[in-house]
């Protein structure tokens, strides 16, 4: 048994956005864990103006003293880092690379993975996203041993986590980036001390999502063609972008909030109507609605129901 209190692993952290921050800080601050390096994307072009903007990854590691390396999709790059680093173990949350099979087999505790969903169900991109979407009662938290194929490695550990009728991607994603920076440091002791046999995946059961889900052209409200349980829970999943929309006259409008309200409407599909201070769509369904509660007008900024009817009557 390695006491990692008196002999911390050497840790390569791998990652990209706020909710890889999360789980950096969280082993920054475990004594456990010796935080060698941070590998994360390059500074990108941000904005209208197209101002070059580091990673929140590298923002955190800048000011937190943590040395910073770019692989840039190049294995010799991989392979500098091994060298650079010399890290025992490899830790991975939401960094957007495939790694090469040297760099994920070099560490002798291997490297993990972080993944929000209960795998084989989910492999990909935007596995919250595609679970609100798809109606799922539940959903959780993977950590697993990395691989070459998309999120095919060996479990270590599943954390479940029901998803609330009015659960959101961002309130979703809030809550299950905390919950596993919460058990995380934990988890990762009891695999460098051989407690945690690795459990394969049964592929035959495996499903995927892919970014193009959640597009801006999939994220358009067909109210013709789409139930009105699914264009809600569409809105929910497609918070914060790329925001569920649909036009109104020549005008585009996004949907940040809203809900299926039990209303009798015989307008056609997609119909915008007013009715006692409230703003509604028809659906396919003429027995229930979908009540807006934010909005945003295409040129306007984002606002409730009562100031879209306070203030943009003669957009309807």
Request: overall charge neutral; charged content about 30%; some cysteine.
């Amino acid at each position: 048994m390695r006491d990692l209190n008196t002999k911390p692993v050497k840790t390569l952290f791998l990652g990209t956005d706020w909710e890889s921050v999360k789980t950096l800080n969280t082993l920054l601050e475990d004594k456990r864990f010796d935080i060698v390096g941070v590998i994360t994307t390059v500074d990108k072009p941000v904005g209208r103006k197209q101002v070059l903007t580091p990673s929140k990854v590298k923002e955190y590691a800048k000011e937190n003293g943590i040395e910073v390396f770019h692989t840039e999709k190049q294995k010799e790059k991989y392979q500098q880092a091994l060298d650079k680093f010399n890290p025992e173990l490899i830790v991975c949350k939401a960094f957007g690379e495939i790694l090469p099979d040297f760099f994920i087999n070099y560490p002798i505790y291997k490297s993990i993975n972080i993944h929000f969903s209960l795998l084989p169900k989910y492999r990909g991109a935007v596995p919250i996203q595609k679970a609100i979407l798809d109606g799922e009662k539940e959903t959780g938290i993977t950590v697993m041993l990395m691989s070459p194929g998309l999120d095919q490695g060996d479990i270590l550990k599943t954390i479940p986590e029901p998803i609330s009728p009015t659960d959101t991607n961002l309130s979703l994603r809030e809550r299950l980036v905390n919950i596993s920076s919460k058990t995380i440091g934990d988890i990762l002791e009891q695999w460098v001390n051989g407690n945690i046999q690795p459990k394969k995946q049964d592929d035959s059961k495996a499903t995927y999502c892919w970014q193009k889900d959640i597009s801006k052209e999939n994220a358009e409200i067909q109210f013709e063609k789409m139930e009105p349980e699914y264009i809600e829970r569409m809105i929910r999943a497609m918070i914060p972008w790329p925001v569920a929309w649909c036009m109104l006259d020549s005008k585009r409008m996004k949907i940040y909030k809203a809900q299926l309200t039990k209303k009798y409407s015989n307008e056609k599909p997609g119909s915008l109507f007013i009715e006692n201070g409230k703003i509604f769509f028809s659906t396919k369904n003429r027995d229930q609605c979908i009540e807006v509660l934010e909005l945003q007008i295409e040129g306007k900024q984002h606002m409730t129901n009562t100031e879209f009817i306070n203030g943009t009557k003669n957009l309807i």
